[in-house]
């Protein structure tokens, strides 16, 4: 039976399963070895386009007023395009002591250096900096930053669960 597609409904890039799965799979490449859990990809997953906001090198999305608000929507976002992902064997999930994370597959690497437009180059200087300076940081500590560097936003959410976990 042929597959019906509907196409009564536009497809969107921007901020898509398939645009946000392309930024973890460079997250997670720059992280490779580190593992990261749902939490922190979703913060980062922000950081990442908005590195200016954390003391890092410009921003690849501009500053509009309502980007704080951003986050609260990202996670289910978030979540969705690393299904997509490890659908497509480029992030691989983890399951160790402190619950699931995500971590760069073998096909992950070879992938990203395919991107080579001045956006994906620019996309894999932020990742490596955000990765630099803020994987390594305990839950307590990266939440302290972001409140310190992000004062606009409230940095807050519904669970203690949601909290960011570490790095495996």
């Given at each position: 039976m042929?597959?019906?597609?509907?196409?009564s409904e536009?497809?969107g890039l921007?901020?898509?399963?398939?645009?946000?799965?392309t930024r973890?799979v460079?997250?997670l490449?720059a992280a490779?070895p580190?593992?990261?859990?749902l939490t922190r990809?979703t913060?980062?997953?922000?950081?990442?386009?908005?590195?200016?906001?954390?003391?890092?090198?410009?921003?690849?999305h501009?500053a509009l007023?309502?980007?704080t608000?951003?986050?609260?929507?990202?996670?289910?976002?978030?979540?969705?395009?690393?299904?997509?992902?490890r659908?497509v064997?480029?992030?691989?999930?983890?399951?160790d002591?402190?619950?699931?994370?995500f971590?760069?597959?073998?096909?992950?690497a070879?992938?990203?250096?395919?991107m080579r437009t001045?956006?994906?180059?620019?996309?894999?200087e932020?990742?490596?900096?955000?990765?630099?300076?803020?994987?390594?940081?305990s839950?307590?500590?990266l939440?302290?930053?972001?409140?310190?560097?992000?004062?606009r936003?409230?940095?807050?959410?519904?669970?203690?669960?949601?909290?960011?976990g570490?790095?495996?």
């Amino acid at each position: 039976m042929e597959e019906v597609i509907d196409r009564s409904e536009p497809i969107g890039l921007f901020n898509s399963k398939l645009e946000t799965g392309t930024r973890a799979v460079v997250l997670l490449d720059a992280a490779y070895p580190r593992a990261l859990d749902l939490t922190r990809l979703t913060w980062f997953d922000h950081l990442v386009v908005h590195t200016g906001d954390a003391g890092g090198p410009s921003s690849l999305h501009p500053a509009l007023p309502e980007r704080t608000g951003e986050l609260l929507v990202r996670r289910r976002l978030v979540e969705d395009s690393l299904t997509l992902m490890r659908r497509v064997h480029l992030v691989d999930a983890v399951v160790d002591e402190h619950g699931v994370a995500f971590r760069a597959s073998d096909e992950a690497a070879p992938f990203v250096n395919l991107m080579r437009t001045e956006y994906a180059q620019t996309l894999k200087e932020c990742a490596k900096w955000l990765i630099e300076h803020f994987a390594d940081l305990s839950a307590e500590e990266l939440a302290r930053r972001v409140e310190h560097r992000l004062d606009r936003w409230s940095v807050e959410f519904s669970s203690e669960s949601s909290q960011p976990g570490g790095g495996s």
